[in-house]
């Protein structure tokens, strides 16, 4: 009786001893075995991320993921992801918590990519998130687009490249024969002539060389090119003398539209008191015509006296009628 009671302690003891090695097993792979520090990231897609998806600092495991809370927004939903971490771990302020899969079968993980500052997030605090790509979406996603391309584009594409070939392949069935024959004709006829272009080529270069291209003629030519170069030296030179000049000219405009400006009150002025002379003079204009006539007659008058008695210039009235006093 007492040996079977020790083998029911023996047996208690190693199933308790068993569980608490589970438990403590457990913890270990769950990451949950001592204080943490609470932080949270913020990603638009939590896709394959869940309670206990581990969290990973530059490729060691610091803790997991606690919970996940949906975030309403007025452009889209987001989603605040509270992780637990080691207590006392050093995070800087300007670090990134990744999204990723370590492989192509592997679970997702929270990979924190340690920053450069020396500034660090307090517990608490949020670490900027980067949202994963989901591989097998994209691929799915880039399927669907080449299906969709290969529908609307290339298919019309070669059926048209298709028809395109089947109205080539008809066209040069039906002319091909009288194109070659034509191609025959042309080149019996190179043939034929051959002989006789080539003799004429032989001659023209001959008679180039002998006449054309002569010494004297070589001479000229060159003298013609010299001359060339020359006018086209003065041209260039009378080109940069009429820049000159027009750039003088712009100045003198520039100069001028200067002198207007800064003297428009004193043009204004002028031209003011010129109306005003004009004014005054047209006012007065008939006065002096008429006084004008007046001194006129007077000095026709005058001119007509003196004509007859010249004498009055000296004794200022006529003489007596010598006449009248012998009478």
């Given at each position: 009786m007492q040996d079977s009671r020790i083998n029911y302690v023996v047996v208690g003891a190693f199933v308790s001893a068993m569980l608490v090695a589970f438990v403590v097993v457990?913890?270990?792979?769950?990451?949950?075995?001592?204080?943490?520090?609470?932080?949270?990231?913020?990603?638009?897609?939590?896709?394959?991320?869940?309670?206990?998806?581990?969290?990973?600092?530059?490729?060691?495991?610091?803790?997991?993921?606690?919970?996940i809370e949906p975030l309403a927004s007025d452009k889209a939903v987001l989603f605040k992801v509270n992780l637990e971490v080691k207590r006392g771990w050093r995070i800087p302020e300007d670090s990134l918590a990744r999204a990723t899969v370590s492989g192509l079968l592997s679970a997702m993980t929270v990979d924190i990519r340690g920053g450069r500052s020396v500034q660090l997030i307090a517990p608490g605090g949020q670490i900027k998130g980067v949202s994963a790509t989901n591989f097998f979406a994209t691929l799915s996603e880039l399927g669907a687009q080449?299906?969709?391309?290969?529908?609307?584009?290339?298919?019309?594409?070669?059926?048209?490249?298709?028809?395109?070939?089947?109205?080539?392949?008809n066209a040069t069935r039906d002319r091909l024969p009288g194109i070659l024959k034509d191609a025959q004709t042309v080149v019996g006829a190179l043939a034929h002539d051959a002989p006789e272009i080539t003799a004429s080529l032989k001659r023209s270069s001959a008679l180039l060389e002998t006449d054309v291209l002569k010494p004297e003629n070589r001479k000229h030519i060159d003298a013609t090119l010299a001359s060339v170069d020359k006018a086209t030296s003065d041209i260039a030179t009378m080109t940069a003398q009429l820049d000159e000049t027009r750039r003088a000219i712009n100045h003198a405009t520039a100069s001028i539209d200067k002198i207007i400006q800064n003297n428009a009150g004193n043009v204004d002025e002028a031209i003011r008191d010129m109306r005003y002379t004009l004014g005054t003079a047209a006012r007065y204009a008939d006065d002096i015509a008429q006084n004008a006539d007046?001194?006129?007659?007077?000095?026709?008058?005058?001119?007509r006296a003196l004509r007859e008695n010249p004498g009055l210039i000296i004794s200022g009235s006529a003489p007596a009628d010598q006449a009248k006093s012998r009478k």
């Open positions: 457990i913890s270990v792979l769950a990451g949950r075995t001592g204080a943490t520090d609470n932080y949270y990231t913020v990603y638009d897609n939590v896709t394959g991320i869940k309670y206990g998806t581990q969290v990973f600092y530059e490729g060691y495991q610091i803790g997991q993921v606690a919970s080449f299906g969709d391309l290969s529908t609307e584009s290339l298919k019309p594409m070669l059926n048209n490249l298709n028809h395109l070939i089947i109205d080539f392949d007046e001194t006129s007659r007077n000095l026709a008058e005058f001119s």
